[in-house]
């Protein structure tokens, strides 16, 4: 570019790649503009755009006694992210219980700061299996779904 005449134009169709150096330069002066810069319409090789989508850490399945009283699960990182960026939208989830009689649904815990706690208590002296499922859900976005195990088990001795 530096031996074209002022009035030059250049035809950045014929250029492969473009690297800027931004530094100082000994003997230097003067500005460089470029305005209405157009190298095609994708980068080539970038990875294609992807949708929002909620995101949430796996929720390690449980054994426990039926004369607890009760079972706290802390769910993390429920948040929203779009092309790796937090969107700071709502989340709200949905918990269910495959098993009614062994641990009764759960209520819908409060997302906060990306963490929520569910809280259920298995019914006395009852053993068995039941399969909590998660549904967190927020607008515009697809619903993200886990599930976990409980074990009751009796208790020996």
Known sequence: FDKA?????FDFSKVASVLINVGNFVGYEGT???SELKIGDKAEGAPAAKPAEIVMDVIGNRTIFPSLPGLKVMLSNI???????NQNAGVTLAVTSSNT????NPTAP????????IDFKPVASQTGKATITVVASSTGVANKTVTFDIDVVACKG
Do not use: E, H
């Not at 948040?79 to 960026?85: H, Q, R, T, W």
């Open 5 to 9: 005449p002022d009035n030059a134009d």
């Open 101 to 104: 009689g062994l641990i009764p």
């Open 79 to 85: 948040i929203v992210l779009k092309d790796a960026i």
């Open 32 to 34: 460089v503009t470029i």
């Open 110 to 117: 409060v997302v906060s700061n990306g963490n929520a706690i």
